[in-house]
Protein backbone atom coordinates (compact mmCIF):
# COMPACT_ATOMS: atom_id res chain seq x y z
CA UNK A 1 0.00 0.00 0.00
CA UNK A 2 1.63 3.27 -0.89
CA UNK A 3 2.24 5.19 1.89
CA UNK A 4 0.43 8.87 2.01
CA UNK A 5 2.54 12.20 1.75
CA UNK A 6 2.53 13.85 5.04
CA UNK A 7 4.11 17.98 4.43
CA UNK A 8 5.26 19.42 8.01
CA UNK A 9 5.78 22.72 8.16
CA UNK A 10 8.28 23.97 10.37
CA UNK A 11 10.29 21.22 10.23
CA UNK A 12 13.19 22.78 12.32
CA UNK A 13 10.23 23.50 14.98
CA UNK A 14 10.56 21.48 18.07
CA UNK A 15 7.38 19.56 17.73
CA UNK A 16 8.01 19.43 13.69
CA UNK A 17 11.01 17.71 14.05
CA UNK A 18 9.98 15.58 16.73
CA UNK A 19 6.87 14.33 14.32
CA UNK A 20 9.31 14.11 11.84
CA UNK A 21 11.22 11.40 13.33
CA UNK A 22 8.01 9.48 15.01
CA UNK A 23 6.04 9.65 11.52
CA UNK A 24 8.82 8.62 8.91
CA UNK A 25 8.01 4.68 9.22
CA UNK A 26 4.33 5.10 8.45
CA UNK A 27 4.00 8.20 5.91
CA UNK A 28 6.53 9.44 3.56
CA UNK A 29 7.16 12.96 5.44
CA UNK A 30 8.85 15.89 3.86
CA UNK A 31 9.26 18.79 5.94
CA UNK A 32 9.74 22.85 5.16
CA UNK A 33 12.08 25.24 7.23
CA UNK A 34 12.65 29.00 6.89
CA UNK A 35 16.75 30.06 8.06
CA UNK A 36 17.37 26.54 10.54
CA UNK A 37 17.81 23.33 8.67
CA UNK A 38 17.74 20.37 10.34
CA UNK A 39 18.80 16.79 8.87
CA UNK A 40 16.57 13.94 9.90
CA UNK A 41 17.06 10.52 8.30
CA UNK A 42 14.35 9.92 5.93
CA UNK A 43 13.05 12.82 5.54
CA UNK A 44 13.34 15.59 2.75
CA UNK A 45 13.91 19.11 3.95
CA UNK A 46 13.20 21.52 1.60
CA UNK A 47 13.17 25.51 2.29
CA UNK A 48 9.71 27.76 2.41
CA UNK A 49 8.89 30.81 4.01
CA UNK A 50 5.21 30.00 4.67
CA UNK A 51 4.74 34.03 4.87
CA UNK A 52 5.45 34.23 0.88
CA UNK A 53 2.24 32.87 -0.55
CA UNK A 54 4.19 32.09 -4.10
CA UNK A 55 6.54 29.41 -2.00
CA UNK A 56 4.04 27.60 -0.25
CA UNK A 57 2.20 27.20 -3.29
CA UNK A 58 4.85 25.77 -5.24
CA UNK A 59 5.79 23.63 -2.48
CA UNK A 60 2.25 22.44 -2.43
CA UNK A 61 2.36 21.94 -6.14
CA UNK A 62 5.51 20.16 -6.43
CA UNK A 63 4.48 17.39 -3.18
CA UNK A 64 0.72 17.35 -3.75
CA UNK A 65 0.68 15.90 -0.11
CA UNK A 66 -2.07 14.35 1.54
CA UNK A 67 -1.51 15.97 5.12
CA UNK A 68 -0.59 19.02 5.82
CA UNK A 69 0.86 20.25 9.33
CA UNK A 70 1.29 23.50 10.57
CA UNK A 71 4.17 23.64 13.20
CA UNK A 72 5.29 27.15 12.48
CA UNK A 73 5.63 29.83 14.72
CA UNK A 74 6.75 30.99 18.05
CA UNK A 75 4.78 29.68 21.39
CA UNK A 76 6.48 32.19 23.76
CA UNK A 77 4.17 34.06 25.64
CA UNK A 78 6.76 36.30 26.65
CA UNK A 79 7.96 36.71 22.97
CA UNK A 80 4.23 37.66 21.23
CA UNK A 81 3.59 39.92 23.93
CA UNK A 82 6.62 42.06 22.71
CA UNK A 83 6.63 40.94 18.98
CA UNK A 84 2.72 40.40 18.32
CA UNK A 85 3.29 41.42 14.58
CA UNK A 86 5.79 39.00 13.84
CA UNK A 87 4.35 36.20 16.09
CA UNK A 88 1.15 37.29 14.81
CA UNK A 89 2.37 36.29 10.83
CA UNK A 90 3.99 33.20 11.61
CA UNK A 91 0.99 31.86 14.24
CA UNK A 92 -1.40 32.94 11.96
CA UNK A 93 -0.57 34.42 8.55
CA UNK A 94 1.23 31.10 7.54
CA UNK A 95 -1.61 29.02 8.07
CA UNK A 96 -3.89 31.45 5.85
CA UNK A 97 -1.11 30.54 3.17
CA UNK A 98 -1.65 26.64 3.60
CA UNK A 99 -5.46 26.71 3.66
CA UNK A 100 -5.59 28.77 0.73
CA UNK A 101 -3.87 25.65 -1.77
CA UNK A 102 -5.03 22.96 0.74
CA UNK A 103 -8.37 22.61 -1.64
CA UNK A 104 -6.76 22.51 -4.87
CA UNK A 105 -4.60 19.42 -4.01
CA UNK A 106 -7.55 17.88 -1.67
CA UNK A 107 -5.30 18.02 1.38
CA UNK A 108 -6.24 17.69 4.91
CA UNK A 109 -4.57 20.42 7.60
CA UNK A 110 -3.38 19.74 10.79
CA UNK A 111 -2.71 22.49 12.96
CA UNK A 112 -0.98 21.81 16.88
CA UNK A 113 -2.64 24.81 19.04
CA UNK A 114 -2.64 24.90 22.86
CA UNK A 115 -4.38 25.43 25.79
CA UNK A 116 -3.22 28.92 25.85
CA UNK A 117 -6.27 29.55 24.08
CA UNK A 118 -8.35 29.57 27.05
CA UNK A 119 -7.76 32.37 29.99
CA UNK A 120 -7.57 29.85 32.87
CA UNK A 121 -10.05 30.55 35.12
CA UNK A 122 -12.13 27.56 35.08
CA UNK A 123 -11.30 24.62 36.83
CA UNK A 124 -10.96 22.36 33.47
CA UNK A 125 -11.84 23.28 29.88
CA UNK A 126 -13.47 20.80 27.09
CA UNK A 127 -13.12 21.00 23.59
CA UNK A 128 -16.87 22.81 23.30
CA UNK A 129 -15.85 25.35 25.85
CA UNK A 130 -15.49 28.83 23.22
CA UNK A 131 -11.99 30.22 23.54
CA UNK A 132 -11.07 33.08 25.94
CA UNK A 133 -7.64 33.96 25.77
CA UNK A 134 -5.74 36.33 28.43
CA UNK A 135 -2.82 36.18 26.62
CA UNK A 136 -0.98 36.96 23.08
CA UNK A 137 -0.25 34.05 21.92
CA UNK A 138 -3.41 32.35 23.14
CA UNK A 139 -5.63 34.80 21.41
CA UNK A 140 -3.47 34.17 17.64
CA UNK A 141 -3.65 29.95 18.46
CA UNK A 142 -7.52 30.77 19.10
CA UNK A 143 -7.67 33.34 15.48
CA UNK A 144 -5.95 30.13 14.08
CA UNK A 145 -8.27 27.31 14.99
CA UNK A 146 -10.92 29.86 13.87
CA UNK A 147 -9.78 30.56 10.47
CA UNK A 148 -8.70 26.70 10.02
CA UNK A 149 -12.52 25.75 10.99
CA UNK A 150 -14.31 28.48 8.97
CA UNK A 151 -12.15 28.25 6.03
CA UNK A 152 -10.75 24.19 5.69
CA UNK A 153 -12.74 21.65 3.81
CA UNK A 154 -10.72 18.97 5.46
CA UNK A 155 -8.98 19.65 8.88
CA UNK A 156 -8.18 18.71 12.52
CA UNK A 157 -6.70 20.59 15.34
CA UNK A 158 -5.18 19.01 17.86
CA UNK A 159 -5.13 21.25 21.02
CA UNK A 160 -2.10 20.39 23.36
CA UNK A 161 -0.91 21.16 26.91
CA UNK A 162 2.90 22.25 27.51
CA UNK A 163 5.17 19.63 25.60
CA UNK A 164 8.62 19.06 26.46
CA UNK A 165 11.50 16.61 25.17
CA UNK A 166 14.42 17.36 23.59
CA UNK A 167 14.74 19.76 20.68
CA UNK A 168 17.02 19.04 17.28
CA UNK A 169 17.89 22.79 17.67
CA UNK A 170 20.64 22.92 20.34
CA UNK A 171 19.78 26.92 21.04
CA UNK A 172 15.89 26.49 20.99
CA UNK A 173 15.35 25.09 24.50
CA UNK A 174 12.10 24.15 25.94
CA UNK A 175 11.29 23.81 29.76
CA UNK A 176 12.46 20.60 30.32
CA UNK A 177 15.92 20.92 28.80
CA UNK A 178 16.29 24.61 30.69
CA UNK A 179 15.15 23.01 34.00
CA UNK A 180 17.46 19.84 33.30
CA UNK A 181 20.60 22.26 32.98
CA UNK A 182 19.18 24.20 35.63
CA UNK A 183 19.59 21.01 38.12
CA UNK A 184 22.91 19.94 36.36
CA UNK A 185 24.40 23.40 37.17
CA UNK A 186 23.82 22.03 41.20
CA UNK A 187 22.24 26.05 41.38
CA UNK A 188 19.15 27.12 42.93
CA UNK A 189 16.42 28.42 40.03
CA UNK A 190 13.08 29.27 40.78
CA UNK A 191 10.32 28.62 39.40
CA UNK A 192 6.94 30.02 39.07
CA UNK A 193 4.11 28.47 40.96
CA UNK A 194 1.03 30.05 40.57
CA UNK A 195 -0.39 29.16 36.73
CA UNK A 196 -0.97 25.54 36.51
CA UNK A 197 -0.69 23.13 33.01
CA UNK A 198 -0.85 19.88 31.78
CA UNK A 199 2.83 18.24 31.10
CA UNK A 200 3.31 15.76 28.30
CA UNK A 201 6.45 14.06 26.69
CA UNK A 202 6.10 15.64 22.65
CA UNK A 203 6.33 12.15 22.10
CA UNK A 204 2.58 11.50 23.57
CA UNK A 205 1.86 13.60 21.27
CA UNK A 206 3.41 12.40 18.09
CA UNK A 207 1.94 8.79 19.10
CA UNK A 208 -1.65 10.10 19.33
CA UNK A 209 -1.26 12.35 16.14
CA UNK A 210 -0.17 9.13 14.12
CA UNK A 211 -2.66 7.14 15.37
CA UNK A 212 -5.50 9.80 14.57
CA UNK A 213 -3.99 10.26 10.99
CA UNK A 214 -4.54 6.47 10.50
CA UNK A 215 -7.88 6.64 10.94
CA UNK A 216 -8.32 9.53 8.38
CA UNK A 217 -11.26 11.59 10.75
CA UNK A 218 -11.99 14.82 9.15
CA UNK A 219 -12.91 18.05 10.99
CA UNK A 220 -12.21 17.16 14.55
CA UNK A 221 -10.58 19.03 17.28
CA UNK A 222 -8.86 16.98 20.03
CA UNK A 223 -7.89 18.38 23.39
CA UNK A 224 -3.95 16.20 24.37
CA UNK A 225 -3.06 16.91 27.97
CA UNK A 226 -1.47 14.68 31.02
CA UNK A 227 -4.46 13.42 33.48
CA UNK A 228 -3.51 16.09 35.74
CA UNK A 229 -1.93 19.22 35.83
CA UNK A 230 1.14 20.89 37.44
CA UNK A 231 2.78 24.52 37.94
CA UNK A 232 6.57 25.19 36.54
CA UNK A 233 7.85 24.83 40.27
CA UNK A 234 6.03 21.36 40.81
CA UNK A 235 6.96 20.22 37.48
CA UNK A 236 10.67 21.10 38.13
CA UNK A 237 10.46 19.49 41.34
CA UNK A 238 9.43 16.42 39.57
CA UNK A 239 11.81 16.65 37.47
CA UNK A 240 14.46 16.62 40.09
CA UNK A 241 12.32 13.94 41.73
CA UNK A 242 12.59 11.63 39.04
CA UNK A 243 15.70 11.96 37.81
CA UNK A 244 17.89 11.97 41.13
CA UNK A 245 18.72 15.06 41.05
CA UNK A 246 18.49 17.60 44.50
CA UNK A 247 15.11 18.99 45.00
CA UNK A 248 16.20 21.53 46.81
CA UNK A 249 17.63 23.67 44.04
CA UNK A 250 14.21 24.10 42.84
CA UNK A 251 12.66 26.97 44.72
CA UNK A 252 8.91 28.46 44.81
CA UNK A 253 8.35 31.68 42.97
CA UNK A 254 6.56 34.49 40.91
CA UNK A 255 7.35 34.85 37.39
CA UNK A 256 5.79 37.54 35.08
CA UNK A 257 2.98 36.49 33.16
CA UNK A 258 2.35 38.87 30.31
CA UNK A 259 -1.58 39.83 30.36
CA UNK A 260 -3.41 40.85 27.07
CA UNK A 261 -4.08 44.55 28.94
CA UNK A 262 -8.21 45.49 29.54
CA UNK A 263 -8.78 41.74 30.02
CA UNK A 264 -9.75 40.89 33.49
CA UNK A 265 -9.27 37.46 34.77
CA UNK A 266 -9.20 35.81 38.53
CA UNK A 267 -4.97 35.74 37.88
CA UNK A 268 -5.60 39.87 38.43
CA UNK A 269 -7.45 39.11 41.92
CA UNK A 270 -4.54 36.79 42.80
CA UNK A 271 -6.07 33.84 42.51
CA UNK A 272 -4.01 30.86 40.53
CA UNK A 273 -5.11 29.75 36.98
CA UNK A 274 -5.32 26.21 35.64
CA UNK A 275 -5.14 25.56 31.79
CA UNK A 276 -6.31 21.71 32.28
CA UNK A 277 -7.93 20.02 29.56
CA UNK A 278 -10.39 17.48 29.26
CA UNK A 279 -9.44 14.51 27.37
CA UNK A 280 -12.44 12.29 27.31
CA UNK A 281 -13.06 12.77 23.49
CA UNK A 282 -8.99 11.53 22.74
CA UNK A 283 -9.58 8.82 25.19
CA UNK A 284 -12.50 7.53 23.80
CA UNK A 285 -11.58 7.92 20.28
CA UNK A 286 -8.76 5.73 20.58
CA UNK A 287 -9.01 3.94 23.32
CA UNK A 288 -6.49 4.73 25.83
CA UNK A 289 -5.91 6.39 28.92
CA UNK A 290 -3.69 9.67 29.21
CA UNK A 291 -0.64 9.68 31.87
CA UNK A 292 -0.12 12.10 34.51
CA UNK A 293 2.42 14.22 34.42
CA UNK A 294 4.60 12.12 37.11
CA UNK A 295 3.89 8.69 34.26
CA UNK A 296 5.29 11.12 31.69
CA UNK A 297 7.92 11.76 33.22
CA UNK A 298 9.09 8.40 34.00
CA UNK A 299 8.14 7.36 30.08
CA UNK A 300 10.73 10.85 29.20
CA UNK A 301 13.57 9.05 31.92
CA UNK A 302 13.35 5.93 30.98
CA UNK A 303 13.52 6.94 27.17
CA UNK A 304 16.28 8.80 27.54
CA UNK A 305 17.85 5.93 29.77
CA UNK A 306 18.35 8.98 32.46
CA UNK A 307 20.45 11.29 30.24
Not at 19 to 31: I, N, P, Q, R, S
Not at 142 to 148: G, K, N, Q, V
Not at 252 to 275: A, L, N, W
Request: overall charge neutral; hydrophobic content about 35%; aromatic content about 12%.
Amino acid sequence: MKKKTVLIFGLSSFVGSNLATFLKEDFKVVGTYHKNKVDIDGVLAIPCDVLKKEQVRLTMLAFKPDIAIYCVGNASIYFCSENSEVSDALNTGGLVNVIDFSQRYKTQVCLVSSSNVFSGDKDSYSELDIPDPSTTYGKQMASSEFYLQKNCLNYLIFRACKLYGHSFRLRSENIFEKVGKALMGDSVNTFDNRIAFGWLDVLFLCSIMKNVLKKEPTNRLFQVSSSDVKTTYEFATAVAKINGFDEQLVNKGRVSYPMIKDIETKFDDGHEQKYSLETANIEGYLNLKMPTVEESLHLTRDRFSGI
